[in-house]
């Protein structure tokens, strides 16, 4: 059984549910445990499923992941990933592709899924650092944004212009075409 604990945090004027790994350090074999262990949560099923809380209830269907360092410290994904080195791209993108096939499951049962919100998408943080250190992910980013309900996000604008600011627009070509593809099926869909 998987050991989680799921809180409201307070992060800067925005409370999120926030899905729990206590970890002993901050070291890449912990942090890769914790991120391994989001993918096996994101795939319980039935009354073991992390949406079958009661915390969600009352509560719009939106929670993200972090960890508890030593029973003290929260960590939400961002600050996660951050500390992972590039070996440790490969447990990222595992996490992502659980992410984008959980996403997949739930958007219509969900009312355009589960990890939109307007302040933070759940995988934001793990994209970002990928695509950021290899962009190879690039492909992957574009399976995940395909996920989210872009009509009611905010950070997706701020990752891109992070990511333009690492790469030049030719080398975000891919990005550019999907979103003027993408804009324009927005546009025959009104």
Known sequence: MLSFTVEQIDQDAFEPYLVLIDVADTKAPEL???????????????????????????????FGFGIRVGKKEVLGESAVVALLEEPSGPVVAAFIETLIAFNEKNKRTLDGGLVTHEEYETGSGAIEWLVKHDLTHLPLYLKYLATLDLEHTLEQVNVVLRLSKVYSAKQLEPLIAWARARSREQTQRE
């Open 32 to 62: 890769e445990r914790a991120v391994r262990t989001w993918s096996a949560i994101l795939q319980l099923t039935g009354v073991e499923a992390v949406l079958e809380r009661d915390e969600f209830e009352a509560s719009d269907p939106w």
